[in-house]
């Protein structure tokens, strides 16, 4: 089974950049979809943006034109990249991988937003 293991968050200033990177214990390449979530303390998880196996995308309209979401099936790895950050991004970010078979998630990294 694949395992999902997030890294890249920071704490940064409102306006700066981060790039999220979910790396894959084995091949994505089979994977047809594969997601980022956030949760804010207090609040329920919510999904941040969508990637399938041929490269389509969705987004929540928030981080619509800020957040950019792809995937290198050759390093088994999705990013997130996070440009404008405000401070209502501030939360813990999972990915997330589903295949016919499983649905496999990380355990999370903390994107920090200071005002």
């Known amino acids: 089974q694949v395992q999902l293991v997030e890294s890249g968050g920071s704490l940064v200033q409102t306006g700066e950049s981060l790039r999220l990177s979910c790396v894959a214990s084995g091949s994505i390449s089979s994977v047809r979809y594969m997601a980022w979530h956030r949760q804010a303390p207090g609040k329920q998880r919510e999904l941040v943006a969508t990637?399938?196996?041929?490269?389509?995308?969705n987004y929540r309209d928030s981080v619509k034109g800020r957040f950019t979401i792809s995937r290198d099936n050759a390093k088994n790895t999705m990013y997130l990249q996070m440009n404008s950050l405000k401070p209502e991004d501030t939360a813990v970010y999972y990915c997330?991988?589903?295949?016919?078979?499983?649905?496999?998630w990380g355990q999370g990294t903390q994107v920090t937003v200071s005002s």
């Open positions: 990637i399938t196996s041929d490269g389509s995308t």
């Open positions: 997330q991988a589903i295949t016919p078979s499983s649905d496999r």
